[in-house]
């Protein structure tokens, strides 16, 4: 009996790769959580014109070949602080940089003052290279928030606007947490994707992509990836015996939606790389191409808050005068188990009024500014 393939049946590996081009073999513990996959191919095709003694051309050529693979992972930790998820290595080669810390310092220590939208921290423990912290959560006493941006003297720039300001009798702590953030150097890592269809196996080599992130009000968060590699054949091989057993994922509710330091009662955020990944020719390489390279990288957003009084946000006038404000999500309740989202500095792009069940919503484009800071994800 003929086997047909079921598309349910499959399983995504990902490993990074020691050196670049050269398979990683990822094994079953490597396994990827993967929604909605599917593999497309981009295939060089030469349409020659040699005189056939007919009006039919000659057959075409087929030349070099790449290949994307394109597929979503649900949002959530490990449910240990501090440990990365196994979605985080396919951010990597995504041009995000992996960043696991424990908690810093390892006892809470006493603010050196503030205000209620920052937090003077010493830096003997938390350190004077500026944007360390950005993006990283924050106890102030028992309570949480989150850094948009940290300076080298230690001011801790806050997402939200505080009930009361931080001063030298409040004990600071940055909580156990794993942090994605932008990064631009030539050694963002490649990756060998072996994708499982039901018997079948492709597999592809010094694979690097772009990502976009998706979260949505009593919903979960979900990023998308779009993976460019190396086609490297396509095989009869049995899907592994996978076992995964991670935390349910935190849905976002009894969480935070911020604009400019204000509640946003928003339906989704959305965030995405927008990554420029090219092959360059290279007629040394198997397929003519050279292993994908990301170029460029241009953060772009959208939130849609239901419109306020211009006395309690003013988006329009942010806007019109290109002024920068923070944006900032988080959501899940238990530690290793919980995600944030921070954009330090969204740059308007567009503005429309919409509609959400008779109500006026901000339809609101950005575009996240910073050179290597402009929007962080948090596992913690």
Not at 40 to 52: G, R, V
Request: glycine share 10%; aromatic share 8%.
């Amino acid at each position: 009996m003929t086997k047909y393939i079921r598309a349910r049946n499959s399983a995504v590996l990902f490993k990074h790769e020691t050196v670049a081009g050269v398979d990683a073999a990822p094994t079953a513990a490597d396994y990827i959580p993967g929604e909605d996959v599917s593999i497309s191919f981009d295939a060089n095709t030469i349409q020659t014109n040699e005189n056939t003694g007919s009006l039919d051309s000659s057959a075409p050529i087929i030349g070099g070949m790449r290949a994307t693979v394109s597929f979503s992972v649900l949002m959530r930790g490990t449910g240990t602080a501090g440990t990365a998820p196994v979605y985080g290595r396919v951010l990597e080669v995504c041009g995000m940089r992996e960043t696991a810390n424990t908690d810093t310092p390892v006892a809470a220590v006493l603010a050196t003052g503030g205000t209620t939208t920052t937090a003077a921290l010493p830096t003997a423990d938390f350190g004077t290279t500026a944007n360390a912290w950005n993006g990283a959560p924050l106890f102030v006493d028992a309570g949480l928030t989150f850094v948009s941006n940290y300076a080298a003297d230690g001011t801790a720039t806050l997402v939200e606007t505080l009930g009361t300001a931080v001063t030298t009798t409040n004990n600071v702590q940055i909580p156990a947490h794993v942090l994605y953030s932008p990064y631009s150097g030539d050694d963002i890592p490649t990756g060998t994707l072996h994708l499982y269809m039901d018997g079948t196996k492709y597999t592809l080599t010094e694979c690097r992509g772009s990502w976009s992130v998706r979260i949505d009000a009593a919903g979960v968060g979900r990023i998308s990836f779009e993976i460019n590699g190396m086609f490297n054949g396509k095989t009869d091989a049995a899907v592994p015996n996978i076992s995964f057993d991670a935390p349910t994922p935190p849905t976002w509710r009894a969480g935070k939606a911020l604009v400019d330091r204000s509640a946003a009662a928003c339906s989704s955020l959305s965030l995405t790389s927008g990554n420029e990944v090219v092959n360059p020719n290279d007629p040394n390489a198997s397929e003519g191409f050279a292993g994908a390279i990301i170029t460029s990288r241009n953060i772009t957003g959208s939130i849609d808050p239901l419109d306020t009084l211009v006395a309690t946000r003013d988006v329009m006038s942010a806007f019109r005068n290109g002024v920068a404000q923070v944006v900032h999500a988080r959501f899940g309740s238990t530690a290793g188990n919980r995600v944030a989202v921070t954009i330090p500095a969204a740059k308007y792009t567009s503005l429309n009024p919409g509609d959400r069940e008779g109500l006026v919503t901000a339809e609101t484009g950005f575009s996240a500014v910073g050179i290597d800071s402009g929007a962080y994800i948090c596992i913690y």
